[in-house]
Nanobody, 120 residues
Framework: QVQVVESGGRSVQAGGSLTLSCAAS????????MAWHRQAPGKQRELVAR???????NYASFVKGRFTISRDNDKNTATLQMSRLNPDDTAVYYC??????????????WGQGTQVTVSS
């Protein structure tokens, strides 16, 4: 079993910064990618940023250079550094890990989410 846990969400003022952390643990052979998604009230979950095993990163267009995803492959962790936050960034932020387990299967595991609230 693989567990994914996010932390770091809180309330911040517009224009502020915040760093979210994600840790994957359990019976993991390797992690192919880790990604952050978010879901605002009444909206669908959307990709924010992804980091692949090869170090390639992808960002949603709305990030516009404000967010940075980074990974520690040895620790199976990922962080999302967010700056110049605005109220539209208010959402529950979810981390997922595309992990391979000892049985040879690759699956995507999700965390429970962490709330980010940006006030104007």
């Amino acid at each position: 079993q693989v567990q994914v846990v996010e932390s770091g969400g809180r309330s911040v003022q517009a224009g502020g910064s915040l760093t979210l952390s994600c840790a994957a643990s359990g019976r993991i052979t390797s992690i192919n990618s880790m990604a952050w998604h978010r879901q605002a009230p009444g909206k669908q979950r959307e990709l924010v940023a992804r980091s692949t095993g090869g170090g390639v990163t992808n960002y949603a267009s709305f990030v516009k250079g404000r967010f940075t995803i980074s990974r520690d492959n040895d620790k199976n962790t990922a962080t999302l550094q967010m700056s110049r936050l605005n109220p539209d960034d208010t959402a529950v932020y979810y981390c997922n890990a595309d992990a391979t387990t000892p049985d040879g299967w690759s699956r995507i595991y999700w965390g429970q989410g962490t709330q980010v609230t940006v006030s104007s």
